[in-house]
């Protein structure tokens, strides 16, 4: 079984939305990442442990 490197979150608060910083920082992305897609998750928070 892998390690599971996530550690214990407010899911509630942490899976609503995804902001990526840009250099306008008028510009914002926010995209829904929800926590059992882990194709959107590894291109939102770069390649994960599972």
């Known amino acids: 079984m892998p390690k599971n490197l996530w550690k214990i979150l407010d899911y509630e608060k942490y899976e609503d939305y ?8 008028q510009e914002t992305d926010e995209r ?5 897609d882990l ?5 939102a928070y ?3 442990g599972e």
């Open 32 to 36: 829904v990442v929800y926590m059992n």
């Open 46 to 48: 770069g390649i994960c």
């Open 39 to 43: 194709e959107k998750r590894k291109q």
């Open 18 to 25: 995804v902001t990526f910083p840009s250099i306008d920082e």
